[in-house]
């Protein structure tokens, strides 16, 4: 498995390759948005894998894919209930590589991707604890700083999202590369733009104390952040109340 240091070093050199012109702070937005709704999609599919029994030789898009056409919104709320959340089959970052490989990518795709994520989120949850993560005030795939036609936007974009491609991110979070990685990333913006981290994200450590406290408090449905900045999403898997660290909403 590729180890903390080594993707820290990938998906900077990646962001600054990409970002070109564009304030760090600002596109950080695009990067920790899309490197999010990976780690959404491949929890989806694990999900499903793991409910399914499928094995890992199994193609579990391909039977997502087969197995919600068939069940539909009752396969939808059979990962809602474990998770909280759903993505649909053609909403899937996997859709979106897909559909860049067949050269048949289209910008619109990934906000209509992001916008019913917001949405099925509004309907299915009774909380808020997804709202607001892929606003259009936040991923305005439409701003013209990410280029200066539909062409250009829609090739910076495709490289973006090629950028978490081979990337599982369920298998990374559970060594905790992903929240690692991630903090760095929050931190380096930060530096670039001329900030102070703790503009940007809750510390770490507030965050550990804050997993903690609603882990082993069943009774907490939410929890305040005095931070501010970024407040904190707690993940936890189907089967265990270990939290995810680092995966910040900002």
Request: no cysteine; hydrophobic share 35%; glycine share 8%.
């Amino acid at each position: 498995m590729i180890t903390s240091e080594e993707i820290k070093v990938r998906l900077w050199n990646g962001a600054n390759e990409l970002r070109g012109s564009m304030d760090a702070s600002r596109y950080k937005d695009y990067m920790l948005g899309l490197m999010f709704y990976k780690f959404l999609s491949d929890q989806t599919l694990k999900t499903f894998a793991t409910t399914a029994g499928l094995s890992s030789g199994d193609d579990w898009y391909e039977e997502y894919k087969e197995a919600h056409e068939e069940y539909g919104a009752e396969l939808e709320k059979m990962i809602q209930d474990v998770l909280g959340y759903f993505v649909r089959p053609e909403h899937l970052y996997q859709t979106w590589i897909k559909d860049m490989n067949s050269g048949h990518f289209e910008v619109q795709k990934v906000t209509d991707s992001l916008s019913q994520f917001e949405r099925s989120i509004s309907v299915t949850n009774g909380s808020d604890d997804f709202q607001g993560l892929f606003a259009n005030s936040t991923l305005d795939l439409s701003d013209t700083a990410l280029g200066s036609n539909l062409n250009e936007r829609s090739k910076n974009i495709q490289a973006l999202i090629r950028l978490f491609e081979d990337l599982d991110m369920v298998a990374l979070q559970q060594g905790d590369v992903l929240g690692d990685a991630y903090e760095y990333l929050i931190g380096k913006f930060a530096m670039e733009s001329g900030k102070k981290a703790g503009e940007f994200y809750t510390p770490h450590q507030v965050s550990e104390v804050m997993a903690q406290i609603v882990a082993t408090k069943g009774e907490i449905a939410s929890i305040y952040d005095p931070t501010v900045g970024s407040r904190v999403i707690i993940m936890t898997t189907a089967d265990s109340n270990d939290e995810y660290r680092g995966l910040a909403r900002y």
